[in-house]
Nanobody, 117 residues
């Protein structure tokens, strides 16, 4: 089994920064895409950022220029550097990792990010 664990969420003021981490453990060969979704109240879910194994990144329009995704495959970890945070970034952030062999998506439990004064 594969387990993903996020960390780094919390309360931050508008304009502030946070870095989220997501580490994978368990039995796997390699992950193709890894990335982050966020879930708003009411269960609406939005893709925030995705990075392929080759290092190609995709971002939601709402976070372009403010968020940066990176991955360290040696550590089986992905990161999301979030700058210039806005109240509308408040959400639960969930990481995912797609198995290169099965194309199955593994998910973490999520970490809450709250942007408020």
């Amino acid at each position: 089994q594969v387990k993903l664990v996020e960390s780094g969420g919390g309360l931050v003021q508008p304009g502030g920064s946070l870095t989220l981490s997501c580490s994978a453990s368990g039995n796997y060969f390699r992950f193709d895409d890894m990335g982050w979704y966020r879930q708003f109240p009411g269960d609406q879910r939005e893709l925030v950022a995705d990075m392929t194994y080759a290092g190609s990144a995709t971002y939601a329009d709402s976070v372009k220029g403010r968020f940066t995704i990176s991955r360290d495959d040696a550590k089986s970890t992905i990161y999301l550097q979030m700058n210039s945070l806005k109240p509308e970034d408040t959400a639960k952030y969930l990481c995912y990792a797609r198995s290169s062999r099965t194309q199955f998506d593994f998910w973490g439990q999520g970490t809450q990010v709250t942007v408020s004064l």
